[in-house]
């Protein structure tokens, strides 16, 4: 193994994403991320505290590739900015990235990060207000409760990252777009309002994760 006493820390992040998708957060070691990334173990502990910032800057740098995915997801599909089509491109993009899989495979993961109910709560009090807009806009239909909805989703997104198999997943997110398609979209032509809403949703979500 070649040793480089200086690397960029995205080749460390990437090293540890890489083992908890295929170890689960509880099966990553300081030194085997090192081996990983071929850096020395002291050059982890020079970049992060311990371990757990080091799983903490891992989410939060998958969920920013996550969620900017996401975007270039809706910008290129012409009917991206139905509600219906906005969902499935996030959950796409979500389950694209494995390490985030595991942050709701695996019971408490890492303390404070996965089960936290106030992060939780703010993440779906956002979604409300991004669907309230989308229903001023005229892309959700208006007599739907957004908080509701948003409530749901993200009961349902959880689920099926827990326990959906990956040979479904891709069917279970079509098939949950058709029924917002049918439960949520108003039909609207002009989808452009929906696409600058989710994008300024989506980075909102990013500039949190970021700080």
């Excluded at 910008?75 to 139905?82: E, K, Q, R, V």
């Excluded at 390490?99 to 495979?105: I, S, V």
């Excluded at 089960?115 to 239909?141: K, M, N, P, S, Y």
């Amino acid at each position: 193994m070649v040793v480089r006493p200086s690397v960029d820390t995205n080749v460390i992040l990437d090293a540890a994403a890489r083992l908890i998708a295929e170890q689960g957060f509880g099966g990553v070691r300081m030194d085997a991320v090192a081996a990983r990334a071929g850096v020395a173990k002291g050059v982890l502990y020079l970049r992060f505290t311990d371990k757990d910032e080091l799983l903490r800057a891992v989410v939060d740098r998958e969920l920013v590739l996550a969620t900017r995915h996401s975007i270039e997801l809706v910008l290129a599909d012409p009917g991206g900015g139905s509600f219906s089509r906005l969902y499935v491109h996030a959950v796409t993009a979500l389950h694209g990235r494995p390490a985030l899989l595991r942050l709701y495979q695996e019971p408490a993961p890492l303390r404070g990060l996965a089960h936290d109910d106030g992060r939780v709560r703010a993440r779906e009090l956002l979604g409300a207000e991004f669907i309230r807009v989308l229903q001023a806009a005229g892309i959700v239909t208006a007599d739907l409760d957004a908080g509701v909805l948003a409530a749901n989703l993200t009961l349902w997104n959880q689920a099926l990252a827990r326990r959906a198999a990956p040979t479904e997943t891709d069917a279970l997110i079509l098939g949950m777009g058709e029924l917002m398609a049918r439960a949520a979209d108003t039909g609207i032509a002009d989808t452009t309002a929906g696409k600058r809403a989710y994008v300024t949703f989506a980075e909102a979500l990013i500039a949190e994760r970021e700080q």
